[in-house]
């Protein structure tokens, strides 16, 4: 291939283009074109979803160009599609000698670092949204030239003292390129030159004389509508609408129970032919008009000239002169007449440019003659008018990449376009800890981060290495370190020893708490925990780890009143005997000691309180005979109501306690003596010489009467 050739591929979502374009002294030549269609639909919305089929294709037609040519293809010149596309703006002020001239060079370097200024741009708009999407420039134009603040339409050849540059860049998502680079690869290409199909028929479409004019021009392929505004003599904006020609397709496969590549075939005839002859998928033939077929698919025609139309208003903020439609979608029956009705602009302000229109383009291919034919030939033709970036191919842990070739690049600039994350390439030191023990606060240190791994070439490097064309680079993100570790009983000494409890030996265990909560020896501790630890030989430790739970040690230690005077009873669940001798749960005994226990009521009983409560027995007379109640001498009361002994004392309780009165009635003689009933009357009940009922009270030295009457 010649120098002032280009090879230039447009990968489409329906069909691949593959041309070679030469420069001549009258212009732009192509020498030669092919295209092929997808066997399978390999691509969707612009997207390569499989990389093998659409590397395929293009080694079949670079393979029939070169073999018809006699030539061969190294790198090619490609776009790509605008599906998830993001544009910024980045403006590049430079002080400089105002003795010499601006070389191309030194404007090329301006522009360079005014897109990676818009790119650092886009990354702090996506990290503010919560996004975190790796973004590739395709593709970018100048918006205006500034010489001594006053704008110039080139900077090369100019002197002054301040330059700058404002562009509008565009980036996809890395995966979108990755996925195209990853397709020529596979056909033995590499890239030549790489931009954005709207800036590529941008270029030739509507070229710089015609920028001055408010201008949008619509690249209506089969996955997408890609839009390029102009005005003012620059471009101003692009956008990208996830629609195309396919959705016609598919709405013509649903209607008439079509396959896909026979849907899109009759789409294409119906501008051709006024019938159409249909065989669906069960083989019925049919014959329709195609003015029945074009009324039927209108709405959707209709939803794709709106969301087209929407575009370009949020865009210009206004319908702009006049709107240049490319792309085999653009052929779409009524899609132009409709398109301008959403824009309210008269239908010949709305029409389809073709490369017949290209004054310096001279092309023979008849399938590069209509308006598909725009984006390659704008491929092609951008090449040779904007001299590209040249790439440089890195491997970065064996995987090819290319990245733009802005002069000296490192290592850190390699890893960045390869989509690695460099903010946590070192590792963290590992979490410390901050524990108190026993009103000490400690800290635990977690482990140091281990660095990252960075070779170039198999030789140690760091972020600053520089790299070069087919350098391989090593990379691996340090480890992390390891978190603080500690477990309870690194924290207290080791205490040995056995003690005799109920017949069983015990081992002296510790016993810690951490925040409140016994645990065990093993127990890891965790951050910002409160531990305790105590002696291992009090009674409470020993008899915990011999089994008996928490709560039968618990002391309490109640108030209540009796007869308005403040008592306290201090209550334990469990009696301790060590080595013969009562003891108290707190105590601390020694190694070897033989202890016993035994367990009662959890919670006191009103008869626990004092020894004075214990009601003294009651006597009284039963005609004539003195009867002895046991224990019911007294009555006990609490907030005016009867207690019983075998009550649960509450705290501040306020107990009253008469020993003049009884707590029994009448009937509670009948438990302890007998009476033989009368053959006929009634039982005559007196209580002091005074007629009483069952539930009469009684009290200490009472005469009772039990009379039977007739």
């Avoid at 199909?197 to 015609?210: N, R, T, W, Y």
């Avoid at 139309?309 to 409709?338: E, F, H, Y």
């Avoid at 600053?464 to 391989?472: I, S």
Wanted: charged share 25%; hydrophobic share 40%.
């Amino acid at each position: 291939m010649k120098d002032k050739q280009v090879f230039a591929l447009d990968i489409g979502t329906r069909k691949i283009v593959g041309l070679l374009m030469e420069k001549t002294a009258a212009g732009y030549q192509v020498v030669d074109a092919e295209i092929r269609e997808h066997n399978t639909r390999a691509m969707l919305d612009g997207q390569i979803h499989d990389v093998e089929a659409v590397a395929e294709i293009i080694k079949e037609i670079k393979d029939t160009l070169e073999n018809r040519l006699e030539c061969t293809f190294e790198n090619a010149a490609v776009a790509a599609a605008g599906r998830a596309l993001k544009t910024a703006r980045g403006t590049v002020r430079k002080k400089r000698n105002r003795l010499i001239e601006m070389s191309r060079d030194e404007v090329r370097a301006l522009e360079v670092e005014a897109v990676q200024q818009a790119q650092y741009q886009l990354t702090q708009d996506e990290k503010e949204k919560g996004e975190s999407a790796n973004y590739f420039c395709v593709g970018y134009s100048v918006i205006r030239c500034l010489l001594e603040g006053q704008e110039i339409g080139s900077l090369v050849g100019q002197i002054g003292q301040e330059a700058a540059v404002e562009v509008i860049a565009t980036f996809l998502p890395r995966v979108v390129v990755d996925s195209l680079f990853s397709s020529l690869r596979r056909a033995d290409l590499g890239i030549q030159s790489l931009t954005l199909e709207p800036i590529a028929a941008l270029s030739v479409a509507i070229p710089p004389a015609m920028r001055l004019l408010n201008l949008a021009l619509v690249d209506i392929g089969a996955g997408t509508s890609d839009i390029a505004i102009v005005k003012d003599g620059k471009i101003s904006a692009y956008a990208m609408v996830p629609i195309g020609g396919d959705e016609i397709s598919e709405f013509i496969a649903g209607e008439y129970l079509l396959d896909f590549n026979s849907a899109e075939i009759i789409k294409r005839r119906l501008s051709e032919l006024e019938e159409i002859e249909l065989v669906d998928i069960l083989g019925n033939r049919s014959r329709m008009a195609s003015k029945e077929i074009i009324n039927r698919m209108q709405d959707l025609v209709n939803d794709l000239a709106r969301s087209i139309a929407q575009n370009i208003l949020a865009l210009n903020q206004k319908a702009p002169s006049a709107v240049l439609c490319v792309g085999g979608g653009s052929l779409t029956p009524d899609l132009t007449r409709s398109l301008a009705l959403h824009l309210e602009l008269p239908a010949n302000r709305v029409g389809i440019r073709t490369p017949e229109n290209f004054d310096s383009i001279m092309v023979n291919s008849d399938f590069l003659k209509g308006p598909q034919g725009v984006t390659p030939l704008g491929i092609a033709y951008n090449y040779f008018t904007i001299p590209p970036v040249p790439f440089t191919k890195i491997k970065v842990n064996g995987r090819e990449i290319s990245l733009w070739n802005i002069g000296e690049i490192n290592v850190g600039t390699a890893l960045l376009s390869s989509g690695i994350a460099l903010n946590n390439i070192y590792g963290r030191p590992g979490l410390g800890k901050s524990i108190e023990i026993n009103g000490v606060v400690r800290i635990i240190k977690g482990e140091v981060g281990a660095p990252p791994l960075i070779k170039v070439n198999s030789q140690d490097a760091s972020l600053e290495t520089p790299v070069k064309e087919n350098d391989e680079i090593e990379f691996a993100p340090g480890m992390d370190g390891k978190d603080a570790s500690i477990k309870a009983r690194d924290l207290v000494p080791a205490v040995r020893g056995q003690v005799l409890v109920n017949g069983d030996l015990i081992d002296l265990e510790p016993v810690i708490l951490i925040d409140g909560r016994r645990c065990s020896p093993d127990e890891e501790i965790p951050d910002r925990a409160r531990v305790e630890f105590k002696s291992v030989n009090s009674l409470a430790n020993i008899l915990l780890a011999a089994g008996l739970s928490p709560h039968w040690l618990e002391e309490k230690n109640l108030r209540y009143y009796l007869n308005g005077q403040e008592m306290f009873l201090r209550w334990t669940a469990v009696e301790v005997w060590v080595n013969g001798e009562k003891a108290r749960i707190e105590q601390e005994v020694a190694a070897g000691a033989d202890i016993k226990y035994s367990t009662r009521k959890l919670w006191p009983l009103i008869a626990d309180v004092a020894e004075e409560i214990k009601s003294p027995d009651m006597v009284v007379k039963v005609n004539g005979e003195e009867v002895r109640l046991i224990g019911q001498g007294i009555c006990l009361t609490s907030e005016g109501q009867p207690v019983a002994l075998d009550q649960q004392l509450t705290e501040g309780m306020k107990l009253e306690l008469d020993t003049n009165k009884g707590g029994a009635i009448l009937s509670d003689i009948f438990q302890v003596i007998n009476i033989k009933p009368g053959l006929n009357g009634r039982l005559s009940l007196k209580v002091n010489g005074q007629d009483a009922g069952y539930t009469t009270p009684i009290y200490n030295n009472c005469e009772i009467e039990l009379i039977w009457e007739n």
